[in-house]
């Protein structure tokens, strides 16, 4: 195979540390480098600072999870290709030995130019593309909240158990809307409420 990339590096990124490989000219051979870093700030521009003091023009990782996302957007200003790389794609590559770390592996294959990157929309797309799905998930909430008040309102419901007499009694009680828009004088509250005799007479039926 044809070099493609002189200085390049592979990334096997996981939860709590990212193991980095470096591939470089070493005489008429290839030399490599590896070393693992931790996955906070610091030590993520610490990685950033490793790969430019080797000149590594050429960045891997593997799309493992989420946890490629912070090494990515640290790590995206600071290398000139930084490619993020499908894992079933690096699966499909025949030829890797079975004692090859995974970061010296993908270095390989980025060295050679036997992957292709994914595309990573820009930084603006996705502070937009952010920005809809929470617009999505406040608006989700807000039709389950009012499904759940439609099929559940605030007013009194007969209990299951309840007897004919107070589930008749109950059919004409007088729901709160119906106080709140009257006035609060006696007489309004007997015009609004039913005959007490209406109530017995339910009850006498049953």
Known sequence: MD???????GLDVHRDTVVATVR???????GSETKTFGTDTAELVALGDWLISHQVTRVGLESTGVYWKPVFYLLEDRIEQLWLLNAQHLKNVPGRKTDVVDSAWIAQLVEHGL????????????????????????????TRMVLDGAVHPSR?????VSSPCQCAASSVAISPSRW??????P??????ASPPKLVA?????M
């Not at 470089?24 to 290839?30: D, Y």
């Not at 007489?187 to 609004?192: M, Q, V």
């Not at 007479?201 to 039926?205: D, P, T």
């Open 3 to 9: 070099e493609v990339v002189e200085f390049c590096a």
């Open 24 to 30: 470089f000219p070493q005489g008429r051979q290839r």
């Open 115 to 142: 992957v292709r990157p994914s595309f990573v929309p820009s930084p603006p797309i996705r502070e937009l593309r952010d920005f809809t799905r929470h617009r999505r998930v406040l608006s989700e909430e807000r």
């Open 156 to 160: 009194f419901q007969p209990h299951p």
């Open 180 to 185: 709140r828009a009257r006035s609060r004088s």
């Open 187 to 192: 007489r309004s509250i007997a015009r609004t």
């Open 201 to 205: 007479r339910s009850c006498s039926a």
